[in-house]
């Protein structure tokens, strides 16, 4: 049955402008199964949909038809702050994910509880700290010593690293990552590409990230998906993946 | 000194007012306006209770309770009404004005003769004008104090992190509508509990002393922040009273130059313009820099 898939997507569609001249669909019909452990790379010209199918399994959009089934349960109507329990984020604007003038240990708090009930119970901030800092150290050694700064003092590469460890810090069920190094210089953004890398093959999260890189994309992953008008036009899973060059990719996007 | 005595109460208690802004202004990242609203409306509930021979503290309590009730009404109307914040303020605020009339009866209600928080044995035996610096004072500790907990709570933290960034917010699973609510209840609480002790300090509710409320609160927020930079959370609560009394003596200095009370309200309104432009002309002038240089001689 469909046990064996972490999210079903049947027939998803999202139109904008419905009824009026602008009337535009963004994804069409589209259908999808992620399997646990699925590393799924998503390629795609602007426009294409990623960032609309990202936000749609994230809860930020709902689905104007079809069903996400997630543990057989549809979950297409639940919200996004519902979501959180099982689905963690990290965007493509280093701004979007932290919370500016709290400290680095502070927003890691916040995550260390996402999706949990927050009540009249004092922090214990301190409590956490050795194991903020090991968390850190894995991805990015340096804000392992900057824990009682602002994050509005630390720079895009290391706000993007956070980010990524909040996102990870509890092993979401699924991780959406929104092209989550586009932001950074070249350095900065490899550095945390292969973190992402090793903590997602490390702690065997079920992912999904969109990437304009098709290096990266060949790179990284079990999967690469290549959405073209709001529908997965290209499926290549596990060794199919593995065969690819980046000229059979260059040539899809002729 | 009597004056200056009376200022440090007044700026204690009307503390409670910059405390309750802070919250929705430089935590929540809004500006609410039902604080106009809600200063009277804590006034006019507690000298009503009073009058009718309610115990003060419960009058006063009861003005918290309502002042909390009137922030419930503007977060419902920006949540579920999706009304902008500033003016779901403003609608609140208009409201009130007939919600107070209906409360006193009357446009002014005096306390002559009867008991009220400052009735207590131990502020009656203290000099004049320290009674209100006395209880100004352990109003003042408590509030802040509690604020702190609160903020350092998981609660407290969603709470923060939902003005600095809703959107990361909802990702960790903190509905920043729960946040809008509990923000605003919380805020226009302390500011009905201002307007309950300010009113039976002064002796009297009227239905016109919320206007300009919204300047002084952030007055003294404002102060307070140009006078103590760079100060951690717990500080900066503390700071905001003390913002509050030296805008009192601002106030005082003013009188004592010679201006009529009734050019406060324009008084008020430049001194926080001011304030608020201050660090853009700062910048420009490179003030700070200009500063340094005539203090350092070597």
Known sequence: ?254 | MNLIVSAIGQGFLWGLLGLGLFLSFRIMNTTDMTVEGTFPLGAAVSVSLIVQGTNPFLATLAAFVAGALAGLVTALLITKGKIPSLLAGILTMTGIYSIDLMVMGKSNVSLLGKKTIYSLAFLQKLPQYFDSVVAGTILMVLVTCDLIWFLSTDFGQAFIATGDNPQMAKSQGISPQQMTVAGLMISNGLVGLCGAVVAQSNGYADVNMGMGMIVIALASIIISEVVFRNLGLASRLFAVSLGSIIYRLLLLAVLQVGLSSNNLNLISSLVLAACMMLPQVEEKFRLKQTFMKGFKHD
């Open chain 1, 1 to 254: 049955m469909t046990s064996q898939n972490l999210l079903e997507l049947t027939d998803l569609e999202v139109v904008v402008g419905r009824g009026t001249s602008e009337e535009n669909k963004i994804l069409g019909k589209l259908s999808l199964k992620i399997k646990p452990g699925d590393f799924i790379c998503l390629l795609g010209g602007n426009g294409a949909g990623k960032s609309t199918l990202l936000n749609v399994l994230a809860g930020a959009i709902q689905p104007t038809s079809g069903k996400i089934l997630h543990a057989g349960e549809d979950i297409s109507k639940e919200s996004e702050v519902k979501r959180s329990s099982y689905i963690a984020r990290v965007f493509q604007d280093p701004k979007l994910g932290t919370a500016p003038r709290m400290t680095v240990a502070e927003n890691l708090l916040l995550a260390a509880k996402r999706g949990q009930k927050r009540g009249l119970k004092l922090r214990r901030l301190k409590e956490n700290i050795p194991a903020f800092k090991e968390a850190l150290k894995k991805v990015n050694p340096d804000l392992a010593g900057k824990l009682d700064l602002p994050v509005d003092q630390l720079s895009g590469g290391q706000r993007q690293a956070l980010s990524f460890v909040m996102a990870t810090y509890n092993k979401p069920e699924l991780l959406l990552l929104d092209e989550h190094t586009a932001a950074l210089d070249p350095r900065s953004s490899r550095k945390l590409m292969e973190a992402t890398d090793e903590q997602i093959r490390a702690k065997k999260i079920t992912a999904v990230m969109i990437t304009h890189h098709m290096e990266d994309a060949l790179k990284y992953g079990n999967r690469l998906l290549v959405l073209d008008h709001g529908q997965i036009s290209h499926d290549y899973q596990g060794q199919a993946k593995q065969d690819l060059t980046l000229q059979d990719l260059a040539a899809l996007f002729d």
